[in-house]
Protein backbone atom coordinates (compact mmCIF):
# COMPACT_ATOMS: atom_id res chain seq x y z
CA UNK A 1 0.00 0.00 0.00
CA UNK A 2 2.53 2.49 0.74
CA UNK A 3 5.23 1.70 -1.57
CA UNK A 4 4.01 4.22 -4.04
CA UNK A 5 2.78 6.78 -1.18
CA UNK A 6 5.04 9.59 -2.70
CA UNK A 7 3.33 9.19 -6.49
CA UNK A 8 -0.26 10.51 -4.57
CA UNK A 9 -1.30 13.60 -4.71
CA UNK A 10 -3.91 12.80 -1.79
CA UNK A 11 -2.85 10.23 1.09
CA UNK A 12 -5.31 9.82 3.89
CA UNK A 13 -3.95 7.44 7.18
CA UNK A 14 -5.65 6.61 9.97
CA UNK A 15 -7.87 9.54 10.26
CA UNK A 16 -10.79 10.04 12.60
CA UNK A 17 -12.62 12.39 13.30
CA UNK A 18 -15.19 13.28 15.76
CA UNK A 19 -17.35 16.49 16.79
CA UNK A 20 -19.08 17.50 19.85
CA UNK A 21 -22.19 17.68 19.66
CA UNK A 22 -24.74 20.40 21.15
CA UNK A 23 -25.79 18.11 24.00
CA UNK A 24 -21.82 17.97 24.79
CA UNK A 25 -21.12 14.38 23.61
CA UNK A 26 -19.10 12.88 21.25
CA UNK A 27 -19.73 12.02 17.62
CA UNK A 28 -17.59 10.29 15.61
CA UNK A 29 -18.06 11.00 12.23
CA UNK A 30 -14.84 8.73 10.56
CA UNK A 31 -12.77 6.39 11.83
CA UNK A 32 -9.35 5.07 10.88
CA UNK A 33 -9.80 6.18 7.21
CA UNK A 34 -7.04 4.85 4.56
CA UNK A 35 -6.99 6.04 0.93
CA UNK A 36 -5.51 7.63 -0.92
CA UNK A 37 -5.87 9.39 -4.41
CA UNK A 38 -3.75 9.16 -7.92
CA UNK A 39 -2.70 12.29 -9.29
CA UNK A 40 -5.49 12.56 -12.53
CA UNK A 41 -7.50 9.54 -10.77
CA UNK A 42 -11.77 10.37 -10.58
CA UNK A 43 -12.68 8.52 -7.25
CA UNK A 44 -16.03 8.81 -5.98
CA UNK A 45 -16.96 8.34 -2.58
CA UNK A 46 -20.58 6.74 -1.67
CA UNK A 47 -22.09 5.52 1.18
CA UNK A 48 -25.62 5.52 3.05
CA UNK A 49 -26.57 9.34 4.58
CA UNK A 50 -24.79 10.86 7.78
CA UNK A 51 -21.27 8.54 7.34
CA UNK A 52 -19.48 11.16 6.87
CA UNK A 53 -18.19 11.42 3.20
CA UNK A 54 -18.46 15.30 3.63
CA UNK A 55 -16.34 15.52 6.37
CA UNK A 56 -13.35 13.84 4.19
CA UNK A 57 -13.37 16.56 2.19
CA UNK A 58 -13.23 19.57 4.75
CA UNK A 59 -10.44 17.50 6.55
CA UNK A 60 -8.70 17.30 2.88
CA UNK A 61 -9.72 21.02 2.20
CA UNK A 62 -7.74 22.15 5.22
CA UNK A 63 -11.62 23.77 6.62
CA UNK A 64 -11.06 20.76 8.92
CA UNK A 65 -8.56 19.38 10.97
CA UNK A 66 -8.58 15.20 11.51
CA UNK A 67 -8.93 14.46 15.39
CA UNK A 68 -6.47 11.43 14.85
CA UNK A 69 -4.22 10.76 11.99
CA UNK A 70 -2.79 12.34 8.81
CA UNK A 71 -3.96 13.79 5.59
CA UNK A 72 -1.07 14.55 3.20
CA UNK A 73 -2.16 17.02 0.43
CA UNK A 74 1.00 16.47 -2.76
CA UNK A 75 3.23 14.66 0.28
CA UNK A 76 2.76 17.86 2.74
CA UNK A 77 0.52 17.49 5.67
CA UNK A 78 -2.35 19.60 5.52
CA UNK A 79 -2.39 22.47 7.60
CA UNK A 80 -4.45 25.94 6.88
CA UNK A 81 -6.55 26.30 3.56
CA UNK A 82 -4.59 23.60 1.14
CA UNK A 83 -3.07 25.22 -1.43
CA UNK A 84 -4.16 24.51 -5.22
CA UNK A 85 -7.41 22.60 -3.96
CA UNK A 86 -10.82 23.61 -5.35
CA UNK A 87 -14.04 23.09 -3.51
CA UNK A 88 -17.61 22.54 -5.21
CA UNK A 89 -20.31 22.76 -2.50
CA UNK A 90 -23.12 20.79 -2.06
CA UNK A 91 -25.42 23.96 -1.90
CA UNK A 92 -24.89 27.25 -3.36
CA UNK A 93 -21.59 29.08 -2.74
CA UNK A 94 -21.68 31.36 -5.73
CA UNK A 95 -21.77 34.94 -4.28
CA UNK A 96 -24.99 36.31 -5.03
CA UNK A 97 -24.14 40.25 -4.48
CA UNK A 98 -21.50 39.40 -7.53
CA UNK A 99 -22.55 39.43 -11.60
CA UNK A 100 -21.18 35.77 -13.10
CA UNK A 101 -18.51 37.40 -14.21
CA UNK A 102 -16.91 38.77 -11.21
CA UNK A 103 -17.88 35.33 -9.71
CA UNK A 104 -15.39 33.25 -12.05
CA UNK A 105 -12.89 36.44 -11.41
CA UNK A 106 -12.97 35.80 -7.78
CA UNK A 107 -10.52 33.32 -7.20
CA UNK A 108 -7.73 34.94 -9.82
CA UNK A 109 -8.83 38.24 -7.74
CA UNK A 110 -8.14 37.11 -4.41
CA UNK A 111 -4.44 35.69 -5.27
CA UNK A 112 -3.58 39.02 -6.44
CA UNK A 113 -4.28 38.76 -10.46
CA UNK A 114 -4.99 42.13 -12.29
CA UNK A 115 -8.49 42.98 -12.90
CA UNK A 116 -8.06 42.39 -16.89
CA UNK A 117 -6.28 39.52 -16.75
CA UNK A 118 -8.90 38.05 -14.40
CA UNK A 119 -11.60 39.34 -16.51
CA UNK A 120 -10.12 37.66 -19.70
CA UNK A 121 -9.68 34.16 -17.65
CA UNK A 122 -13.56 33.99 -16.53
CA UNK A 123 -14.69 34.94 -19.50
CA UNK A 124 -12.43 32.09 -21.42
CA UNK A 125 -13.79 29.39 -18.41
CA UNK A 126 -17.83 30.97 -18.89
CA UNK A 127 -17.47 30.31 -22.44
CA UNK A 128 -16.15 26.45 -21.71
CA UNK A 129 -19.03 26.16 -19.52
CA UNK A 130 -21.13 27.62 -21.95
CA UNK A 131 -22.49 30.49 -20.03
CA UNK A 132 -21.28 33.05 -22.73
CA UNK A 133 -23.31 35.95 -22.94
CA UNK A 134 -24.24 35.95 -19.18
CA UNK A 135 -21.13 37.47 -17.63
CA UNK A 136 -23.17 40.61 -16.15
CA UNK A 137 -26.34 38.96 -14.60
CA UNK A 138 -26.72 38.09 -11.08
CA UNK A 139 -27.27 34.33 -9.48
CA UNK A 140 -30.58 34.77 -8.81
CA UNK A 141 -31.26 35.53 -12.41
CA UNK A 142 -29.58 31.83 -13.55
CA UNK A 143 -31.66 28.55 -13.26
CA UNK A 144 -29.98 25.55 -10.88
CA UNK A 145 -27.80 24.05 -13.97
CA UNK A 146 -26.60 27.71 -14.59
CA UNK A 147 -25.67 28.16 -11.20
CA UNK A 148 -23.40 24.77 -11.22
CA UNK A 149 -21.58 25.96 -13.90
CA UNK A 150 -20.75 28.75 -12.30
CA UNK A 151 -19.55 27.25 -9.42
CA UNK A 152 -17.64 24.50 -11.46
CA UNK A 153 -16.12 27.81 -13.55
CA UNK A 154 -15.11 29.13 -10.48
CA UNK A 155 -13.30 26.26 -9.14
CA UNK A 156 -11.76 25.41 -12.31
CA UNK A 157 -10.24 28.73 -13.34
CA UNK A 158 -7.92 28.17 -10.38
CA UNK A 159 -6.22 25.41 -12.38
CA UNK A 160 -6.62 23.19 -9.13
CA UNK A 161 -4.63 19.71 -8.70
CA UNK A 162 -7.32 18.28 -5.97
CA UNK A 163 -10.93 19.54 -7.38
CA UNK A 164 -13.48 17.84 -4.24
CA UNK A 165 -17.28 17.85 -4.63
CA UNK A 166 -19.57 17.43 -2.45
CA UNK A 167 -22.77 16.00 -3.91
CA UNK A 168 -22.41 19.00 -5.98
CA UNK A 169 -25.25 17.72 -8.61
CA UNK A 170 -27.82 16.72 -5.64
CA UNK A 171 -30.28 19.43 -6.03
CA UNK A 172 -30.83 19.41 -9.82
CA UNK A 173 -33.24 17.37 -11.82
CA UNK A 174 -32.55 13.77 -13.20
CA UNK A 175 -32.24 14.82 -16.39
CA UNK A 176 -29.97 18.23 -15.90
CA UNK A 177 -27.75 16.24 -13.86
CA UNK A 178 -26.64 13.84 -16.34
CA UNK A 179 -25.93 16.87 -18.57
CA UNK A 180 -23.99 18.01 -15.74
CA UNK A 181 -22.33 15.16 -15.38
CA UNK A 182 -20.94 14.67 -19.14
CA UNK A 183 -19.93 18.43 -19.21
CA UNK A 184 -18.02 17.78 -15.77
CA UNK A 185 -16.40 14.81 -17.49
CA UNK A 186 -15.36 16.82 -20.63
CA UNK A 187 -13.95 19.90 -18.37
CA UNK A 188 -12.02 17.41 -16.15
CA UNK A 189 -10.30 16.11 -19.24
CA UNK A 190 -9.10 18.95 -20.37
CA UNK A 191 -7.16 19.89 -16.77
CA UNK A 192 -6.86 16.31 -15.22
CA UNK A 193 -6.78 17.86 -11.49
CA UNK A 194 -7.23 14.42 -9.02
CA UNK A 195 -10.93 14.62 -7.88
CA UNK A 196 -12.77 13.19 -4.63
CA UNK A 197 -16.78 13.37 -5.81
CA UNK A 198 -18.60 12.42 -2.89
CA UNK A 199 -21.94 11.38 -3.62
CA UNK A 200 -25.67 9.10 -2.80
CA UNK A 201 -26.02 8.32 -5.90
CA UNK A 202 -24.80 5.14 -7.05
CA UNK A 203 -24.96 5.33 -10.29
CA UNK A 204 -22.93 8.68 -10.31
CA UNK A 205 -20.42 7.65 -8.81
CA UNK A 206 -20.17 4.71 -11.46
CA UNK A 207 -20.41 7.12 -14.81
CA UNK A 208 -18.07 9.60 -13.57
CA UNK A 209 -15.28 7.53 -11.54
CA UNK A 210 -11.82 5.88 -11.55
CA UNK A 211 -12.19 4.59 -8.45
CA UNK A 212 -15.55 4.16 -6.18
CA UNK A 213 -15.28 3.96 -2.26
CA UNK A 214 -18.06 2.32 -0.45
CA UNK A 215 -18.20 3.99 3.30
CA UNK A 216 -20.09 2.12 5.90
CA UNK A 217 -22.61 3.59 7.96
CA UNK A 218 -21.73 5.92 10.26
CA UNK A 219 -18.80 5.99 11.90
CA UNK A 220 -17.69 5.90 8.50
CA UNK A 221 -15.06 3.45 7.74
CA UNK A 222 -13.87 2.09 3.72
CA UNK A 223 -15.92 -1.07 2.96
CA UNK A 224 -14.57 -1.44 0.20
CA UNK A 225 -12.95 0.01 -2.94
CA UNK A 226 -13.69 -0.54 -6.18
CA UNK A 227 -12.04 -0.02 -9.58
CA UNK A 228 -14.08 1.15 -12.39
CA UNK A 229 -12.61 0.23 -15.69
CA UNK A 230 -15.06 1.59 -18.35
CA UNK A 231 -13.25 2.95 -21.31
CA UNK A 232 -13.09 6.74 -21.58
CA UNK A 233 -14.45 9.61 -22.92
CA UNK A 234 -17.46 8.15 -21.35
CA UNK A 235 -20.99 9.65 -22.03
CA UNK A 236 -23.01 9.83 -18.98
CA UNK A 237 -26.32 9.76 -20.62
CA UNK A 238 -25.63 6.30 -22.28
CA UNK A 239 -22.83 4.59 -19.97
CA UNK A 240 -25.70 3.01 -18.21
CA UNK A 241 -27.31 0.83 -20.50
CA UNK A 242 -24.26 -0.67 -20.96
CA UNK A 243 -23.76 -4.39 -19.49
CA UNK A 244 -20.34 -3.91 -17.85
CA UNK A 245 -22.16 -0.56 -16.23
CA UNK A 246 -24.60 -2.73 -14.82
CA UNK A 247 -22.67 -5.83 -13.67
CA UNK A 248 -20.59 -3.22 -11.75
CA UNK A 249 -23.62 -1.54 -10.28
CA UNK A 250 -25.13 -4.58 -9.22
CA UNK A 251 -22.05 -5.50 -7.28
CA UNK A 252 -21.53 -2.40 -5.96
CA UNK A 253 -25.12 -2.53 -5.04
CA UNK A 254 -24.33 -5.81 -3.13
CA UNK A 255 -21.75 -4.04 -0.99
CA UNK A 256 -23.72 -0.69 -0.13
CA UNK A 257 -27.13 -2.02 1.06
CA UNK A 258 -26.65 -3.43 4.04
CA UNK A 259 -24.95 0.07 4.65
CA UNK A 260 -28.02 1.55 3.12
CA UNK A 261 -30.01 -0.81 5.35
CA UNK A 262 -28.73 -0.13 9.14
CA UNK A 263 -28.15 3.65 8.41
CA UNK A 264 -32.31 3.46 7.85
CA UNK A 265 -32.95 1.26 10.53
CA UNK A 266 -30.96 3.25 12.88
CA UNK A 267 -33.32 6.42 11.75
CA UNK A 268 -36.43 4.67 12.15
CA UNK A 269 -35.18 3.62 15.20
CA UNK A 270 -34.69 6.67 16.68
CA UNK A 271 -37.94 8.29 15.72
CA UNK A 272 -39.84 5.31 16.81
CA UNK A 273 -37.99 5.38 20.30
CA UNK B 1 -19.56 12.49 -28.39
CA UNK B 2 -18.53 13.90 -25.25
CA UNK B 3 -17.32 17.10 -26.99
CA UNK B 4 -19.42 19.62 -25.31
CA UNK B 5 -22.50 19.38 -26.98
CA UNK B 6 -23.88 22.84 -25.73
CA UNK B 7 -27.25 22.38 -24.33
CA UNK B 8 -30.46 23.47 -26.40
CA UNK B 9 -32.78 24.69 -23.47
CA UNK B 10 -29.96 26.48 -21.32
CA UNK B 11 -30.80 30.19 -23.06
CA UNK B 12 -34.36 29.81 -22.66
CA UNK B 13 -34.26 29.12 -18.92
CA UNK B 14 -34.32 32.75 -17.70
CA UNK B 15 -36.81 32.56 -14.32
CA UNK B 16 -36.53 36.01 -13.46
CA UNK B 17 -37.12 37.73 -17.15
CA UNK B 18 -40.70 39.00 -17.22
CA UNK B 19 -43.07 36.61 -18.98
CA UNK B 20 -44.05 38.08 -22.17
CA UNK B 21 -47.59 38.09 -23.30
CA UNK B 22 -46.65 35.50 -25.40
CA UNK B 23 -50.01 33.82 -28.19
CA UNK B 24 -52.07 36.34 -29.45
CA UNK B 25 -54.51 39.59 -28.88
CA UNK B 26 -56.42 37.27 -25.84
CA UNK B 27 -53.62 37.21 -23.48
CA UNK B 28 -52.81 40.93 -24.60
CA UNK B 29 -55.72 42.20 -23.62
CA UNK B 30 -55.90 40.38 -20.46
CA UNK B 31 -52.77 41.90 -19.53
CA UNK B 32 -54.19 45.48 -19.99
CA UNK B 33 -57.15 44.78 -18.33
CA UNK B 34 -54.94 43.40 -15.09
CA UNK B 35 -52.75 46.46 -15.45
CA UNK B 36 -56.16 49.03 -15.73
CA UNK B 37 -57.43 47.10 -12.50
CA UNK B 38 -54.35 47.64 -10.79
CA UNK B 39 -54.03 51.25 -11.61
CA UNK B 40 -57.87 51.84 -10.47
CA UNK B 41 -57.32 50.03 -7.38
CA UNK B 42 -54.01 52.63 -6.82
CA UNK B 43 -55.80 55.70 -7.22
CA UNK B 44 -58.64 54.54 -5.07
CA UNK B 45 -56.18 54.24 -2.30
CA UNK B 46 -54.74 57.61 -2.72
CA UNK B 47 -57.95 59.18 -2.73
CA UNK B 48 -58.99 57.07 0.94
CA UNK B 49 -55.66 58.42 2.59
CA UNK B 50 -56.21 62.19 1.76
CA UNK B 51 -59.79 61.42 3.27
CA UNK B 52 -58.43 60.44 6.03
CA UNK B 53 -56.29 63.05 6.58
CA UNK B 54 -58.97 65.40 5.49
CA UNK B 55 -61.21 63.68 7.79
CA UNK B 56 -58.88 64.27 10.60
CA UNK B 57 -57.75 67.58 10.12
CA UNK B 58 -61.48 68.47 9.78
CA UNK B 59 -62.36 67.39 13.11
CA UNK B 60 -59.97 68.92 14.79
CA UNK B 61 -60.39 71.67 13.12
CA UNK B 62 -64.14 71.76 13.72
CA UNK B 63 -63.51 70.60 17.54
CA UNK B 64 -61.97 74.06 18.02
CA UNK B 65 -64.39 76.03 16.35
CA UNK B 66 -67.43 74.01 17.97
CA UNK B 67 -65.24 74.80 21.54
CA UNK B 68 -65.10 71.27 22.26
CA UNK B 69 -61.37 71.85 21.54
CA UNK B 70 -58.91 74.21 23.42
CA UNK B 71 -56.77 75.97 20.94
CA UNK B 72 -54.53 77.58 23.68
CA UNK B 73 -53.22 74.01 24.78
CA UNK B 74 -53.54 72.06 21.81
CA UNK B 75 -53.36 74.63 18.52
CA UNK B 76 -55.53 74.01 15.15
CA UNK B 77 -54.76 73.25 11.77
CA UNK B 78 -55.44 76.62 10.41
CA UNK B 79 -52.92 78.22 12.68
CA UNK B 80 -50.25 75.70 11.92
CA UNK B 81 -50.53 76.39 8.58
CA UNK B 82 -50.40 80.38 8.90
CA UNK B 83 -47.41 80.04 11.16
CA UNK B 84 -45.67 78.59 8.16
CA UNK B 85 -47.16 80.59 5.85
CA UNK B 86 -45.28 83.31 8.61
CA UNK B 87 -41.72 81.53 8.74
CA UNK B 88 -41.70 80.86 4.65
CA UNK B 89 -42.90 84.54 3.78
CA UNK B 90 -41.13 86.55 6.87
CA UNK B 91 -38.61 84.66 8.44
CA UNK B 92 -38.69 83.44 11.94
CA UNK B 93 -37.73 85.31 14.76
CA UNK B 94 -34.34 83.66 14.88
CA UNK B 95 -33.41 84.02 10.87
CA UNK B 96 -35.01 82.45 8.13
CA UNK B 97 -36.72 79.12 8.35
CA UNK B 98 -34.44 77.75 5.71
CA UNK B 99 -31.69 78.55 7.77
CA UNK B 100 -32.55 77.01 10.69
CA UNK B 101 -33.51 73.92 8.48
CA UNK B 102 -29.92 73.31 7.35
CA UNK B 103 -28.31 73.98 10.58
CA UNK B 104 -30.64 71.13 11.94
CA UNK B 105 -29.87 68.81 8.93
CA UNK B 106 -26.30 69.49 9.37
CA UNK B 107 -26.08 67.86 12.81
CA UNK B 108 -28.41 65.17 11.94
CA UNK B 109 -26.57 64.05 8.78
CA UNK B 110 -23.12 64.73 10.51
CA UNK B 111 -24.14 62.71 13.35
CA UNK B 112 -25.74 60.34 11.23
CA UNK B 113 -22.56 59.58 8.76
CA UNK B 114 -20.39 59.20 11.43
CA UNK B 115 -22.77 56.94 14.13
CA UNK B 116 -22.92 54.61 10.97
CA UNK B 117 -19.69 54.56 10.09
CA UNK B 118 -18.79 53.67 13.48
CA UNK B 119 -21.55 51.19 14.12
CA UNK B 120 -20.64 49.34 10.81
CA UNK B 121 -16.80 48.96 11.61
CA UNK B 122 -17.45 47.97 15.33
CA UNK B 123 -20.25 45.55 14.46
CA UNK B 124 -18.46 43.61 11.79
CA UNK B 125 -15.14 43.40 13.86
CA UNK B 126 -17.08 42.23 17.00
CA UNK B 127 -18.82 40.10 14.74
CA UNK B 128 -15.40 38.76 13.20
CA UNK B 129 -13.89 38.80 15.69
CA UNK B 130 -14.87 36.33 19.13
CA UNK B 131 -12.40 37.52 21.86
CA UNK B 132 -13.55 41.02 21.19
CA UNK B 133 -17.10 40.43 20.93
CA UNK B 134 -16.66 38.37 24.39
CA UNK B 135 -14.53 41.06 26.08
CA UNK B 136 -16.71 43.96 25.05
CA UNK B 137 -20.41 42.14 24.60
CA UNK B 138 -21.09 43.26 28.82
CA UNK B 139 -20.39 47.00 28.16
CA UNK B 140 -22.13 47.33 25.10
CA UNK B 141 -25.32 45.90 26.18
CA UNK B 142 -25.07 48.33 29.81
CA UNK B 143 -24.57 50.89 27.42
CA UNK B 144 -27.18 50.42 25.64
CA UNK B 145 -30.00 49.81 28.49
CA UNK B 146 -29.30 53.10 29.86
CA UNK B 147 -31.57 56.18 28.63
CA UNK B 148 -29.12 58.02 26.37
CA UNK B 149 -30.81 60.97 25.31
CA UNK B 150 -30.19 62.15 29.18
CA UNK B 151 -26.75 62.60 27.96
CA UNK B 152 -27.59 65.55 25.75
CA UNK B 153 -27.50 66.99 28.84
CA UNK B 154 -23.80 66.14 29.54
CA UNK B 155 -22.97 66.91 26.36
CA UNK B 156 -24.63 70.74 25.96
CA UNK B 157 -22.16 71.01 29.42
CA UNK B 158 -18.87 69.65 27.69
CA UNK B 159 -18.81 70.70 24.22
CA UNK B 160 -21.34 74.02 24.21
CA UNK B 161 -24.51 75.16 22.52
CA UNK B 162 -22.81 74.83 19.12
CA UNK B 163 -22.94 72.25 16.08
CA UNK B 164 -20.34 69.34 18.08
CA UNK B 165 -23.02 68.94 21.09
CA UNK B 166 -25.55 68.17 18.86
CA UNK B 167 -23.52 65.45 16.76
CA UNK B 168 -22.57 64.19 19.20
CA UNK B 169 -26.09 63.22 20.84
CA UNK B 170 -26.85 61.81 17.42
CA UNK B 171 -24.15 59.60 17.06
CA UNK B 172 -24.56 58.12 20.44
CA UNK B 173 -27.89 57.52 19.24
CA UNK B 174 -27.56 56.12 15.97
CA UNK B 175 -24.45 53.96 16.61
CA UNK B 176 -26.14 51.52 19.01
CA UNK B 177 -28.94 49.91 16.18
CA UNK B 178 -26.64 50.20 13.65
CA UNK B 179 -23.65 48.29 15.57
CA UNK B 180 -26.34 45.52 16.50
CA UNK B 181 -27.52 44.96 13.02
CA UNK B 182 -24.39 44.99 11.42
CA UNK B 183 -23.02 42.95 14.19
CA UNK B 184 -25.86 40.39 13.97
CA UNK B 185 -25.67 40.44 9.72
CA UNK B 186 -21.63 39.05 10.46
CA UNK B 187 -22.85 36.54 12.64
CA UNK B 188 -25.52 35.09 10.30
CA UNK B 189 -23.05 35.32 7.02
CA UNK B 190 -23.47 32.06 5.06
CA UNK B 191 -20.70 29.31 6.25
CA UNK B 192 -20.74 27.84 3.01
CA UNK B 193 -19.91 31.22 1.28
CA UNK B 194 -16.97 32.55 3.48
CA UNK B 195 -15.81 28.85 3.21
CA UNK B 196 -15.57 28.97 -0.70
CA UNK B 197 -13.87 32.41 -0.58
CA UNK B 198 -11.11 30.65 1.61
CA UNK B 199 -10.83 28.11 -0.56
CA UNK B 200 -10.51 30.57 -3.57
CA UNK B 201 -7.93 32.28 -1.82
CA UNK B 202 -9.33 35.25 -0.06
CA UNK B 203 -7.27 36.76 2.71
CA UNK B 204 -9.30 37.20 6.27
CA UNK B 205 -9.76 40.88 4.97
CA UNK B 206 -10.77 40.19 1.33
CA UNK B 207 -13.45 37.98 2.73
CA UNK B 208 -14.43 40.52 5.15
CA UNK B 209 -14.48 43.09 2.71
CA UNK B 210 -16.07 40.81 -0.37
CA UNK B 211 -18.32 38.29 1.30
CA UNK B 212 -19.22 39.53 5.11
CA UNK B 213 -19.79 43.21 4.44
CA UNK B 214 -22.44 42.47 1.44
CA UNK B 215 -23.62 40.03 3.20
CA UNK B 216 -24.30 41.98 6.34
CA UNK B 217 -25.62 45.17 4.25
CA UNK B 218 -29.03 43.72 4.41
CA UNK B 219 -29.22 43.88 8.08
CA UNK B 220 -26.98 47.31 7.76
CA UNK B 221 -29.50 49.05 5.42
CA UNK B 222 -32.27 47.79 7.10
CA UNK B 223 -31.02 49.70 10.51
CA UNK B 224 -30.57 52.93 8.46
CA UNK B 225 -34.00 53.27 8.26
CA UNK B 226 -34.38 54.24 11.86
CA UNK B 227 -30.95 55.43 12.08
CA UNK B 228 -31.89 58.71 10.22
CA UNK B 229 -34.77 59.25 12.69
CA UNK B 230 -32.64 58.90 15.40
CA UNK B 231 -30.26 60.79 14.22
CA UNK B 232 -32.93 63.92 13.69
CA UNK B 233 -33.85 63.28 17.23
CA UNK B 234 -30.44 63.72 18.56
CA UNK B 235 -30.06 66.89 16.76
CA UNK B 236 -33.45 68.60 17.65
CA UNK B 237 -33.41 67.26 21.10
CA UNK B 238 -29.60 68.98 21.34
CA UNK B 239 -31.43 71.58 20.16
CA UNK B 240 -33.92 71.94 22.94
CA UNK B 241 -31.22 71.60 26.13
CA UNK B 242 -29.40 74.68 24.38
CA UNK B 243 -28.81 75.84 21.13
CA UNK B 244 -28.32 79.49 19.20
CA UNK B 245 -30.01 77.80 15.95
CA UNK B 246 -31.95 75.66 14.41
CA UNK B 247 -35.28 73.90 14.24
CA UNK B 248 -35.27 72.73 18.13
CA UNK B 249 -34.59 76.31 19.19
CA UNK B 250 -37.36 77.45 17.13
CA UNK B 251 -39.78 74.55 18.89
CA UNK B 252 -38.38 75.55 22.06
CA UNK B 253 -39.70 79.24 21.83
CA UNK B 254 -42.47 78.57 20.53
CA UNK B 255 -43.02 76.29 23.96
CA UNK B 256 -41.75 79.56 25.44
CA UNK B 257 -44.42 81.32 24.22
CA UNK B 258 -47.28 79.01 24.44
CA UNK B 259 -47.65 78.82 21.06
CA UNK B 260 -48.84 75.23 20.15
CA UNK B 261 -48.89 75.98 16.45
CA UNK B 262 -45.28 77.08 16.61
CA UNK B 263 -44.28 73.46 18.05
CA UNK B 264 -46.91 71.86 15.67
CA UNK B 265 -45.43 73.52 12.49
CA UNK B 266 -41.75 72.86 13.89
CA UNK B 267 -42.40 68.83 13.58
CA UNK B 268 -44.55 69.32 10.60
CA UNK B 269 -41.03 70.75 9.02
CA UNK B 270 -38.66 67.59 10.73
CA UNK B 271 -41.63 65.21 9.52
CA UNK B 272 -41.12 66.51 6.09
CA UNK B 273 -36.76 66.74 6.51
CA UNK B 274 -37.59 62.53 7.83
CA UNK B 275 -40.10 61.81 4.92
CA UNK B 276 -37.62 63.43 2.41
CA UNK B 277 -34.38 61.17 4.30
CA UNK B 278 -36.13 58.23 3.77
CA UNK B 279 -37.40 58.18 0.48
CA UNK B 280 -33.05 58.92 -0.21
CA UNK B 281 -32.30 55.83 1.87
CA UNK B 282 -34.74 53.88 -0.02
CA UNK B 283 -33.18 54.28 -3.25
CA UNK B 284 -29.48 53.65 -1.65
CA UNK B 285 -31.10 50.21 -0.64
CA UNK B 286 -32.28 49.55 -3.99
CA UNK B 287 -29.46 50.49 -5.86
CA UNK B 288 -26.79 48.69 -3.42
CA UNK B 289 -29.17 45.40 -3.21
CA UNK B 290 -30.06 44.74 -6.82
CA UNK B 291 -28.40 41.59 -6.65
CA UNK B 292 -31.31 40.07 -4.79
CA UNK B 293 -34.05 38.29 -6.16
CA UNK B 294 -36.64 40.41 -6.96
CA UNK B 295 -39.46 39.22 -4.13
CA UNK B 296 -36.99 39.67 -1.78
CA UNK B 297 -35.95 43.19 -2.47
CA UNK B 298 -38.93 44.66 -3.51
CA UNK B 299 -40.40 47.06 -1.06
CA UNK B 300 -42.12 45.77 2.46
CA UNK B 301 -45.78 46.80 1.33
CA UNK B 302 -45.80 49.49 4.48
Known sequence: MSINSTSNVIELRGVSKRFTTPSGGIYTALRELDFSVAPGEFCAVVGPTGCGKSTTLTLVSGLERPSTGTVQVDGVPVSGITPGVGFMFQNDAVFPWKSVLDNVAAGPRFRGTSRRLANEAARDWLRRVGLAGFEDRFPHQLSGGMRKRVALAQSLINEPRVLLMDEPFSALDVQTRSIMADELLNLWEQTRPAVIFVTHDLEEAITLADKVIVLTAGPGRIKKIFRIDLPRPRNAQEIRFTDEFVALYSEIWETLRSEVETAYARTTKEVSA | ?302
Open chain 2, 1 to 302: MTQAKRIPDLGSTEPTLEVPAAGGDDDRARARELRRRKLRRRIWLNLARIALVVAALGSWELGVNTKHIDPFFWGQPSGVWRQLKTWITDGTAQGSLGEQILVTLQEAVYGFLIGVFLGVVLGIALGRNRFLSDLLSPFIKVANSIPRIVLGSLFSIAFGFGLTSKVVLAIVLVFFGVFFNAFQGTREVDRNLLSNARILGASRWQATRQVVLPSAFTWILASLHVSFGFALIGAVVGELLGADKGMGLLIRNAQNNFSPNGVLAGMVVIGVIALVAEALITALEKRLLRWRPPQLAGDAGI
